[in-house]
């Protein structure tokens, strides 16, 4: 009789089956996959020792002794199901063995499933009628990033095959619910993070001068015959600044004596004089007034003059913020225009913020 050892295919254990099962089909109990039991090495048996023989059944009456022989050799007899050998650590070294394989079809399959994701993207469009907000490169990134992930779990030597699969799944699952997610990301939002992860124009910003205050833009600006209100002669200065990653913006500053209120009009930086003037600043811009705040200009030495905010949106989606302050007889101006523009965006708060009057004490 004997017994042989076989190895399982699926995770190239090592095991012990009787002799008499070679070629029917047995079950691994490492794995608890089935195969067919194959010989890979003859076992050598070793003399055993006489503390390591069972006992000896006691002799019945009138038994024979090839009787008794034949009964003793029986009780020591392994049991037909497998066993793993006694080099079990060795052989099912998860660093030397993979668990396991599968067939190079299903793992290039699994590994490309992530580049649908950007065929999805340029047939989306047709299907739900709605553009991406971001370029199709967002996509071709996602599903390199995801398929990349997905070759490193099916290639994952300690994992079993139906784990690495679920491994796959789950990645594959976040890369479609992450493209899905950019898909429907609103434009403003795009504009927005554009607008704040960049840090080299930041810095690249140049003062300018006049004689009456000092402002900081991106480019330097140009004198322009724009009046965002025709009772108050202002001097206003334009720069355009054209980024390739977003929309151009609209930068205008300027400032103008204000003239004698009219008599019986309202005083000068009242209530109804900000009223009186906002209103005609957003008749004249031909846009949709949104919003009014109040607001306050302080100088470096804690002197405090009140001003306005205005916000007006245009049909094309471009919104133009204002502020302007009445300090000293003189009125200024600001307003930065462009798509989706916000107060807490970085170029509005650096423009806005670095308004310097010196006859306003901000020396």
Request: net charge neutral; with cysteine; charged share 20%.
């Amino acid at each position: 009789m004997g017994s042989a050892v076989v190895r399982c295919p699926s995770c190239r254990g090592a095991s012990q089956v009787e002799r008499e099962a070679m070629g029917l089909t047995v079950r691994c109990p490492r794995c608890d996959d089935t195969f067919l039991a194959i010989e890979e090495a003859a076992v050598v048996e070793s003399i055993p020792s006489s503390r390591h023989f069972a006992p000896s059944l006691p002799p019945e009456p009138g038994m024979s002794r090839p009787r008794r022989q034949r009964m003793n050799h029986q009780d020591s007899v392994p049991d037909r199901a497998l066993t793993p050998t006694s080099d079990t650590a060795e052989e099912h070294d998860p660093h030397r063995y993979p668990p396991g394989t599968l067939p190079a079809s299903v793992l290039i399959g699994l590994a490309l499933l992530p580049f649908a994701i950007p065929i999805l993207w340029l047939v989306a469009p047709a299907i739900i009628g709605k553009a991406p907000a971001v370029s199709i490169a967002t996509p071709l990134a996602l599903a390199l990033s995801a398929s990349i992930l997905c070759l490193a779990v099916i290639y994952t030597v300690d994992w079993t095959p139906s784990t690495r699969i679920k491994g796959v799944l789950i990645l594959v699952g976040l890369a479609y619910f992450g493209a899905a997610s950019l898909y429907f990301i609103k434009k403003d939002m795009v504009e927005w993070m554009k607008r704040n992860t960049r840090f080299d124009e930041k810095i690249a910003w140049q003062e300018f001068e006049t004689p009456h205050y000092r402002v900081k833009m991106p480019v330097k600006p140009l004198a322009t015959p724009e009046r965002p209100a025709t009772s108050i002669p202002l001097d206003c200065y334009v720069a355009i600044w054209d980024h390739p990653d977003i929309p151009p913006l609209k930068f205008v500053v300027g400032s103008g004596v204000m003239p004698a209120p009219a008599k019986g009009g309202p005083a000068v930086g009242t209530d109804d004089w900000f009223n009186d003037l906002l209103q005609e600043i957003e008749l004249q811009s031909g846009g949709k007034p949104e919003e009014r705040r109040i607001a306050k200009f302080e100088t470096k030495r804690q002197h405090v003059f009140p001003g306005r905010k205005l916000s007006i949106q245009f049909p094309d989606d471009t919104i133009r913020l204002i502020q302007l302050f009445p300090i000293k007889g003189r009125l200024y101006y600001q307003s930065i225009e462009g798509v989706h523009l916000n107060w807490r965006d970085t170029e509005v708060m650096q423009f806005f913020g670095s308004l310097r009057v010196p006859g306003g004490d901000d020396e």
